[in-house]
Nanobody, 119 residues
């Protein structure tokens, strides 16, 4: 079974930085896209950033220029560097991966990690 384990969240002041990490564990053949989503209270889950297996990236409009997604294929991990944090970045952040397991690809999610930005 595939598990995505997130770390690095917490409380930070407005304008500060945090780095989220997500590592895939378990038995699988290949990881395709990896991404970060977030969900604030009372709002729908939204895409923050995505990175393909070939390191092509895309970002949500609200984080462009402030957040950077990266991945380490050897470590089967993805990272989200968050700079110039704003109060509206407060949310639970979820790691996502499209993973080939046995004979098919499936979507996997982490358990979520809280990021709180205080003014």
């Amino acid at each position: 079974q595939v598990q995505l384990v997130e770390s690095g969240g917490g409380l930070v002041q407005t304008g500060g930085s945090l780095r989220l990490s997500c590592a895939a564990t378990g038995s699988f053949y290949k990881i395709y896209d990896m991404a970060w989503y977030r969900q604030a209270p009372g709002k729908a889950r939204e895409l923050v950033a995505v990175i393909t297996e070939h390191a092509v990236t895309n970002y949500g409009d609200s984080v462009k220029g402030r957040f950077t997604i990266s991945r380490d294929n050897d470590k089967e991990a993805t990272y989200l560097q968050m700079n110039s944090l704003k109060s509206e970045d407060t949310a639970v952040y979820y790691c996502y991966a499209r993973v080939w397991v046995l004979t098919s690809a499936g979507d996997y999610w982490g358990q979520g990690i809280q990021v709180t930005v205080s003014s």
